[in-house]
């Protein structure tokens, strides 16, 4: 059982920045995704165990970076030129680096982003 911490989140000007942290109680690949009110948790980021390889959803790409120390457990979610759209609960997950809900095993309870125009 791995269990995951997120922090970070919190209240931006769009086209500012925020960094997440997801702390992992063990190893793992980890995944993030997001769940704005009235829509489906959607995958937006992930890093493999050994951080060889990332993935993003095209909707971040060029604006966020997945990455992480595992001296520390940890996996970062830089988020830059954030938009209104990026407002929501931002979770991450893990057992899996890939983009669906189903693949993952473990999660976090969430932390708030919200942008504001």
């Known amino acids: 059982q791995v269990q995951l911490v997120e922090s970070g989140g919190g209240l931006v000007q769009a086209g500012g920045s925020l960094r997440l942290s997801c702390a992992a109680s063990g190893r793992t690949s980890v995944g993030w995704f997001r769940q704005a009110p009235g829509k489906e948790r959607e995958f937006v980021a992930s890093i493999t165990w050994l951080g060889t390889n990332t993935y993003y959803a095209d909707s971040v790409k060029g604006r966020f970076t997945i990455s992480r120390d595992n001296a520390k457990n940890t996996v970062y979610l830089q988020m830059n030129s954030l938009k209104p759209e990026d407002t929501a609960v931002y979770y991450c997950?893990?057992?899996?680096?890939?983009?669906?809900?189903?693949?993952?095993?473990?999660w976090g309870q969430g932390t708030q982003v919200t942008v504001s125009s």
């Open positions: 997950a893990g057992g899996s680096w890939g983009t669906s809900l189903d693949e993952y095993k473990y």
